[in-house]
């Protein structure tokens, strides 16, 4: 069993930044992706970014150029820094992990935009 961890949510204005992170009680040595999805009322989850062992970074069309995933494999941590950050990018943020066939979950961080 692997726990995931989120932090760093909170409230921001349009144009601000906000880094997240999660912190596995697994070496992320071990998985073969982490990344992190959200869910908005209403929506189903989607992935935000993702980064696989071999350092290959994936990002939604509505992130790209905004935020960066990131492994800290001195902290074992998956950090997601949001820059720019807009109303629609208010959501629910989980961390999610594959080790093997399984996968994991965080109990996820609120993140909300708004003037």
């Known amino acids: 069993q692997v726990n995931l961890v989120e932090s760093g949510g909170g409230s921001v204005q349009p144009g601000g930044s906000l880094r997240l992170s999660c912190a596995a009680s697994?070496?992320?040595?071990?998985?073969?992706?982490a990344g992190w999805y959200r869910q908005a009322p209403g929506k189903e989850r989607e992935l935000v970014a993702s980064v696989t062992a071999g350092r290959e970074k994936t990002y939604a069309d509505s992130v790209k150029g905004r935020f960066t995933i990131s492994r800290d494999m001195a902290r074992n941590t998956v950090n997601l820094q949001m820059n720019n950050l807009k109303p629609e990018d208010t959501a629910i943020y989980y961390c999610n992990g594959v080790q093997g066939v399984v996968v994991y979950w965080g109990q996820g961080t609120q993140v909300t935009v708004s003037s």
């Open positions: 697994s070496s992320i040595f071990n998985f073969k992706r």
